[in-house]
């Protein structure tokens, strides 16, 4: 998988960073979308959950005692895991992904401040909604789950 990322100055105070990611299936030499990777109809309520969790504590470890994104969000949004580009997270298992990190852009669950976030998700936490044609494709744990965005430099 591949997590590129691009930013653009339209004017204003600060340029935004935008996101994309590819995930590629080398057998099938094809571009691979989270309708692919995930069961067709399964109830991503508990992914939903786990992702919009984990960007929630990395947001409160930037800004401490800032509003919660939630799911159904008055102020901040959290948004669902099919809206984000997903990057396959390395795992503790030797050619598996541990789990999958959501990139979610600055604005999208706090102010331009906080920054970008990447969330990286344990396969624990998806695995029974992974599409069976993909599901040996991941095992044991992330090597980092939580907040994994890069240091701002």
Request: hydrophobic share 35%.
């Amino acid at each position: 998988s591949l997590k590129p990322t691009d930013s653009h100055y339209w004017g204003g105070a600060h340029p935004n960073t935008l996101f994309a990611s590819v995930l590629w299936d080398k057998a099938l030499k094809k571009q691979l979308g989270f309708a692919d990777l995930f069961r067709r109809g399964a109830d991503y309520a508990a992914l939903d959950k786990a992702l919009c969790d984990g960007a929630n504590a990395a947001k409160q470890v930037r800004s401490p005692g800032s509003e919660t994104a939630t799911l159904d969000g008055r102020m901040w949004t959290c948004p669902r895991a099919f809206q984000t580009p997903l990057a396959l997270t390395r795992g503790t298992t030797p050619g598996r992904a541990g789990g999958v990190t959501s990139l979610i852009g600055a604005y999208a669950i706090g102010p331009y401040s906080d920054g970008a976030y990447e969330i990286a998700l344990p396969q624990s936490a998806f695995r029974d909604l992974l599409n069976p044609a993909y599901a040996d494709e991941f095992a044991g744990q992330p090597v980092k789950a939580g907040d994994v965005t890069p240091p701002r430099t």
